[in-house]
């Protein structure tokens, strides 16, 4: 027995000792992959050194010789920093994430590999200019040179036991690709779902249901357009078509979350994936809440606005930007600041400071001191759906405006980590990919701006030496980049609006709709000057704002169309606040994007209100409960611990569910990939149709519109009651919309995964409120500036600049970010100081 209780004393020594010595090197591996700090390091390639200072923040100001210089030494910050991060952009856009994490994102991998985005990446590098090629190729070489001197690979890389792969100059075009999976529609759901309800329902109830606008309409230019109205029984008797058919099922939600995720064996990576969400680049990754399903398309975006320096104190513009993305940790932008000589003017050199994209050597918003910028995602119409005229005895061919043509067939070899390669074959027509069968069995073509390499080549350094308001839409107007809203504002105090990126010109159509373009007389002709460009500059008075709503009418909504823009609701707040003064300070501004009231919300709760009547609430103490709360505790603030916001956020998303599976019942029967949330003006159709309770309309389960709308109350009540008994108010809005920020690998760790992710912290906001907070989503960056006047600007981020969990600026930028800070604009005092010399 003694032997016995030896031999397992020694073994636990043994374990312990083991145990130990593991978690030492564990630790000494994690410490080895920390980015360089201070000292000197040889970056082979520089024509000269180069200083990198850090504040507190671990913000790098950049001063080198050159451009070239500029862009290797922040490839070389990149790398050390956020190469995971880089590695997971370029896959998800080249269609590889399974090489890296397995056969649980080859759905994902295959989804986007007929894209076939690889090889335009290439194509793109070989139509540089070459400048930009050299800038490019610099910064290639400063992110290997970054990651090769690490002391270890970053981590991520040691628990997926895999290495990583030397970055290639094509994959910072990948990059940008992969911005526009996120803020673009890779497969044109918007415009099929229009076609199938264009091809089932009658016109006026097409016209009710996709209306080209709603009373939240806010446009810069031109006038609102109204939801037209309901049709009559005449039209459109769908309670009488429908009595006798069982119901559809609602339209699903997804999973309801109230905690991040811990029981889950594989990284949260591949359960984005399995969700067909990417990595946190913006919109298309799931809310951590619950809603019936539509809340994903929708107020998914950002916020931006100007006003001119006759509205400011000193004279001075000032542009502010949120942009609204997923937030992961790290944070998807990379804060710097950047200087290289004018050989033009020496006394004035090139500045750069504001937010840089891990993996692409330019700023993406900021200002050069002479013009300071931001972006808000337009919803224009990017891409279309051609349906393709095939021969019936070879259906491999289609007809072109040349005649007949075979369909270009690619191999696509997928790596899968540790399984056999597969391998895909992808088909493209002149116009682009083959995406397959519509509801009709008709074959449709994606013709999509995403797919032009000639205009990605020219996407990687714009606006970093404009000086005014023309040059910079000079610069933007063409560029291959997903479609944005630009606000801009010069050093002169006046402020502008255009187009970043590259418009379609469209002949024969308004591409609304999938049609064919066999015969030429439909189709993409080349792509607008940029004189042809819509254009906003001075308006009278003095303001410009955006928040992914229409911005214009008349020639220039033509020239745009319509990609599904969004409600207004958050474009009506921002000019209300801009209206409500004429005086601004950077303050003032930063007051606008941390407001948390729901203009939105307020009608719904007095639907609800209206809804729970005395009778209603008669021997239901829980409705007479709820309506209490909604009553008395309402504030028209999206505050965490309020159960009236809650409440009525998901009373509006319970009926709406209702009334859409009724309405579009014959479409979803029709096509199994329809998709109404993709509709985003819904709201205006929706809301007619709860107010006006038009009996021929109403779903036959219900004997009037009062009854079903009790039915979404008593399933809110049920959902809120579910997990837990007692009293109603004791229930927040927190507990609807959990917002934790995770990094993608945290819920695959158990016990110490959690230290990955940020603190769970309940904050203010909704998806309709200017201060977005919806889950993961919210805004990545809050900047406010004025060109020339950087020192009295604001910026802040969330989580930090660092992707590392052992680097002080691994979470050292989320604090100001969660309390509304007005931390500075410009980096802050040097804290550490790192020369690299050639």
């Known amino acids: 027995m003694r032997?016995?209780?030896?031999?397992?004393?020694?073994?636990?020594?043994?374990?312990?000792?083991?145990g130990m010595a593991s978690a030492v090197w564990a630790r000494q591996e994690l410490r080895a992959s920390l980015a360089q700090l201070d000292g000197s390091r040889r970056l082979p390639g520089l024509s000269a050194s180069v200083n990198v200072t850090r504040d507190r923040l671990g913000i790098p100001s950049i001063r080198g010789a050159t451009r070239e210089d500029v862009a290797r030494t922040l490839g070389f910050l990149h790398a050390q920093d956020r190469?995971?991060?880089?590695?997971?952009?370029?896959?998800?856009?080249?269609?590889?994430?399974?090489?890296?994490?397995?056969?649980?994102?080859?759905?994902?991998?295959?989804?986007?590999?007929?894209?076939?985005?690889?090889?335009?990446?290439?194509?793109?590098?070989?139509l540089m200019k070459a400048a930009d090629r050299r800038v490019l190729d610099a910064y290639t070489s400063g992110v290997n040179s970054g990651l090769t001197v690490l002391g270890a690979p970053p981590f991520e890389y040691v628990l997926l036991r895999q290495q990583p792969q030397p970055?290639?100059?094509?994959?910072?075009?990948?990059?940008?690709?992969s911005m526009f999976i996120t803020l673009q529609d890779a497969d044109d759901t918007y415009e099929s779902t229009l076609g199938t309800m264009h091809d089932l329902l009658p016109a006026p109830m097409f016209e009710f249901l996709?209306?080209?606008?709603?009373?939240?309409?806010?446009?810069?230019?031109?006038?609102?357009?109204?939801?037209?109205?309901?049709?009559?029984?005449?039209?459109?008797?769908?309670?009488?078509?429908?009595?006798?058919?069982?119901?559809?099922?609602?339209?699903?939600?997804?999973p309801r979350i109230t905690a991040p995720i811990r029981d889950s064996p594989l990284p949260s990576l591949i359960a984005a994936a399995e969700l067909r969400r990417d990595w946190g680049l913006g919109i298309g990754d799931w809310g951590f809440g619950f809603g019936f399903g539509f809340d994903e398309h929708e107020a998914v975006g950002s916020n931006n606005w100007a006003v001119a320096g006759a509205l400011?104190?000193?004279?001075?513009?000032?542009?502010?930007?949120?942009?609204?993305?997923?937030?992961?940790?790290?944070?998807?932008?990379?804060?710097?600041a950047m200087e290289w000589p004018d050989p033009g003017n020496p006394s004035d050199p090139h500045r750069l400071i504001g937010v840089t994209l891990p993996g692409v050597p330019a700023l993406v918003t900021g200002s050069n001191t002479h013009i300071a910028w931001g972006f808000t995602n337009t919803y224009a119409d990017w891409g279309d759906l051609v349906e393709l005229q095939t021969d019936s005895s070879n259906p491999d061919r289609?007809?072109?405006?040349?005649?007949?043509?075979?369909?270009?067939?690619?191999?696509?070899?997928?790596?899968?980590?540790?399984?056999?390669?597969?391998?895909?074959?992808?088909?493209?027509?002149?116009?682009?990919?083959?995406?397959?069968?519509?509801?009709?069995?008709?074959?449709?073509?994606?013709a999509w701006v995403a797919h032009s390499a000639e205009r990605l080549a020219s996407s990687l350094t714009p606006l970093e030496t404009a000086r005014t308001i023309e040059e910079a839409f000079d610069n933007a107007n063409g560029l291959g980049t997903p479609g944005q809203n630009l606000v801009v504002a010069d050093r002169s105090g006046r402020i502008g609006w255009s187009i970043y990126g590259s418009i379609p010109r469209r002949v024969g159509f308004d591409g609304a709709l999938p049609s064919s373009w066999a015969d030429g007389s439909r189709g993409w002709k080349g792509w607008l000057d940029s004189s042809e460009y819509p254009q906003i500059l001075n308006p009278p008075g003095g303001?410009?704002?955006t928040a992914n709503n229409r911005v214009v009418d008349g020639g220039m909504l033509a020239k745009l169309g319509d990609g599904s823009y969004e409600v207004g609701s958050r474009a009506r707040q921002i000019q209300e606040r801009l209206m409500a003064r004429e005086r601004f300070t950077s303050r003032d501004m930063l007051a606008i994007q941390l407001d948390a009231r729901s203009e939105f919300l307020d009608r719904w709760r007095q639907l609800m209100l209206e809804t729970l009547t005395p009778a209603a609430t008669e021997g239901h103490p829980d409705r007479a409960a709820i309506r209490q709360i909604v009553d008395r505790g309402w504030t028209g603030q999206a505050s965490p611990d309020s159960a009236a916001y809650g409440f009525t956020h998901v009373f509006r998303d319970r009926l709406s569910a209702r009334v859409i599976a009724f309405e579009l019942a014959e479409c979803y029967e029709a096509d199994a990939t329809f998709d109404y949330a993709t509709v985003r003006r819904r709201e205006g159709p929706i809301w007619k149709l709860v107010t006006e309770k038009p009996q021929h309309l109403l779903d036959p389960q219900y004997a009037s519109w009062d009854e079903m709308m009790l039915s979404a109350i008593d399933e809110v009540i049920a959902e809120a009651t579910r997990d837990r008994g007692g009293d109603?108010?004791?229930?927040?809005?927190?507990?609807?919309?959990?917002?934790?920020?995770?990094?993608?690998?945290?819920?695959?760790l158990p016990l110490v995964g959690r230290w990955l992710d940020m603190p769970l912290r309940p904050l203010p906001g909704d998806l309709y409120t200017l201060q977005v907070h919806w889950g993961a989503l919210g805004a990545s960056e809050r900047m406010v500036v004025s060109p020339g006047q950087e020192a009295s600007g604001i910026m802040h981020m969330p989580t930090g600049q660092s992707g590392h969990p052992l680097s002080p600026f691994y979470a050292n930028s989320h604090e100001a970010w969660v309390n509304g800070d007005p931390t500075p604009f410009l980096p802050g005092p040097v804290e550490h100081s790192l020369a690299l010399v050639p």
């Open 3 to 18: 032997r016995l209780l030896r031999a397992l004393l020694v073994f636990l020594v043994v374990v312990l000792v083991a």
């Open 83 to 126: 190469f995971f991060q880089m590695d997971l952009s370029r896959r998800r856009a080249a269609g590889e994430l399974s090489a890296l994490v397995g056969a649980r994102t080859l759905a994902l991998d295959r989804e986007i590999r007929i894209h076939r985005f690889r090889a335009e990446a290439r194509r793109a590098v070989d």
């Open 167 to 177: 970055w290639r100059s094509e994959d910072s075009f990948l990059v940008v690709l």
């Open 210 to 254: 996709a209306p080209r606008g709603t009373e939240w309409d806010t446009p810069m230019v031109g006038q609102r357009f109204s939801t037209p109205p309901i049709p009559g029984p005449d039209v459109y008797n769908l309670r009488a078509r429908r009595t006798g058919k069982p119901p559809l099922p609602l339209p699903q939600r997804p």
């Open 312 to 336: 400011t104190p000193d004279g001075h513009a000032l542009v502010a930007n949120d942009m609204h993305l997923t937030i992961r940790v790290p944070n998807t932008w990379y804060r710097a």
């Open 398 to 446: 289609y007809r072109t405006p040349d005649g007949w043509r075979a369909l270009d067939h690619f191999v696509e070899p997928i790596s899968i980590a540790g399984e056999p390669d597969e391998r895909d074959t992808i088909a493209w027509t002149i116009w682009g990919p083959v995406l397959g069968l519509d509801h009709r069995g008709r074959l449709r073509a994606y």
């Open 543 to 545: 303001r410009i704002w």
């Open 728 to 748: 109603l108010r004791n229930w927040t809005w927190s507990e609807f919309n959990v917002t934790a920020y995770r990094h993608p690998l945290s819920a695959g």
